[in-house]
C-alpha cells in the first residue's frame, strides 16, 4: 500500500480518486537510407544501435479525447542539453509510463535537423498510432512501429527574371 498525503488545500466535498497508471510498450524499426539516395531495408533499433535514432527524436502519448494529464513522453536519456535520445530498455523497447487509463494517439516525432544526423542519427518521417487503450495498471503493446527514412532536399529556388522557367540550385 502507498500513503498518499494531500497538505496545502482544504479536500472537504473532494472526490479523490487512486488508479493504476498504465503504460505503452513498443519496437521501433527504422528504414536504412542508401548512399545512392534509396531507402534500403529496415533495422529492428536495439541498445546497440540507439545510434540511429535522430537526436531530436520524440515519442509521446497524448489522450483523445484531452482530459488533465493525459500527456506522457518515452522515457529518455539523462543529457546536459533539453534534447536527449529515446531509451530503449532491456528488451530494446521504448516505454511511455505513468499513463491515466484512457485511449491515446502515440506520436513519433522528428524534427530532421541538423545535429540529428552529425552524430549517425537517420532522418524519419514522424508517424502516428492513433486509438491506443490504456487501462488500469496494463502495459498496451504497440508491437513494431516503422519508421520511413526520410530524404532532404536542399538548396535555393530562383527565377530568372527573363525566363518562365524555375531554376533549383
Given at each position: 500500500p502507498a500513503v498518499v498525503k494531500v497538505l496545502g488545500m482544504n479536500v472537504t466535498q473532494q472526490d479523490i480518486a487512486l488508479v493504476k497508471s498504465?503504460?505503452?510498450?513498443?519496437?521501433?524499426?527504422?528504414?536504412?537510407?542508401?548512399?545512392?539516395?534509396?531507402?534500403?531495408?529496415?533495422?529492428?533499433?536495439?541498445?546497440?544501435?540507439?545510434?540511429?535514432l535522430p537526436?531530436?527524436?520524440?515519442?509521446?502519448?497524448?489522450?483523445?479525447?484531452?482530459?488533465?494529464?493525459?500527456?506522457?513522453?518515452?522515457a529518455a536519456e539523462r543529457c546536459a542539453s533539453g534534447v536527449c535520445p529515446v531509451l530503449l530498455d532491456a528488451n530494446n523497447q521504448f516505454v511511455i509510463?505513468?499513463?491515466?487509463?484512457?485511449?491515446?494517439?502515440?506520436?513519433?516525432?522528428?524534427?530532421?535537423?541538423?545535429?540529428?544526423?552529425?552524430?549517425g542519427g537517420v532522418h524519419l518521417v514522424s508517424a502516428f498510432v492513433p486509438g491506443v487503450m490504456v487501462s488500469e495498471?496494463?502495459?498496451?503493446?504497440?508491437?513494431?512501429?516503422?519508421l520511413v527514412a526520410a530524404s532532404q532536399l536542399r538548396g535555393k529556388v530562383t527565377v530568372a527574371a527573363d525566363a518562365d522557367q524555375t531554376a533549383i540550385e
Open positions: 498504465g503504460l505503452i510498450k513498443g519496437s521501433l524499426a527504422i528504414q536504412q537510407l542508401l548512399a545512392d539516395g534509396t531507402t534500403g531495408p529496415f533495422l529492428l533499433a536495439s541498445q546497440a544501435n540507439a545510434g540511429l537526436k531530436n527524436f520524440r515519442i509521446e502519448a497524448r489522450a483523445n479525447p484531452w482530459f488533465q494529464g493525459g500527456l506522457s513522453a518515452a509510463e505513468g499513463l491515466l487509463p484512457g485511449t491515446y494517439d502515440v506520436n513519433f516525432v522528428s524534427r530532421n535537423e541538423s545535429a540529428d544526423s552529425s552524430a495498471g496494463r502495459t498496451a503493446e504497440l508491437g513494431t512501429v516503422a
